[in-house]
Structures are given as C-alpha cells and as structure tokens.
C-alpha cells in the first residue's frame, strides 16, 4: 500500500531565490518519499512531512 507524503519546505536556489513550498510524492514509506525528493529537487529544504488525510 502506498501513501501520499506532504513534504513541506523552502527552495533555496544558488542565485539567492527563496520560496516556501510543498511537494507531494506516493511512496510505501516516508523515507521513500524523502529519498525521492532529495533526489529530484536539490535545492528544496525539507522542515516537515506529513500524510494526506
């Protein structure tokens, strides 16, 4: 089974651009989705992770 993880957090780009945001993945797990994330988006900085209710 698989769940949808929240991610939320802020762009911090090399060019000094900051932006709150939050990114949604569907993974089994919360590392999953935060292995995921990391991955894709190198700039984005996570504070919190949530489930989708």
Same mark, same amino acid.
């Given at each position: 089974? *698989?769940? $949808?993880?929240? @991610?939320?957090? %802020?762009? /911090? %780009?090399? !060019?000094?651009h900051i932006m709150r945001? *939050? @990114?949604?993945?569907? $993974?089994?797990? $919360?590392? *999953?989705a935060i292995a995921t994330?990391? %991955? @894709? !988006?190198? +700039?984005? +900085?996570? +504070?919190?992770? %949530?489930? /989708?209710?």
């Amino acid at each position: 089974m *698989e769940t $949808k993880f929240i @991610l939320s957090g %802020r762009w /911090e %780009r090399p !060019n000094g651009h900051i932006m709150r945001d *939050e @990114l949604s993945y569907i $993974k089994a797990t $919360k590392q *999953e989705a935060i292995a995921t994330c990391q %991955r @894709l !988006n190198p +700039h984005f +900085h996570i +504070h919190t992770v %949530r489930t /989708e209710s």
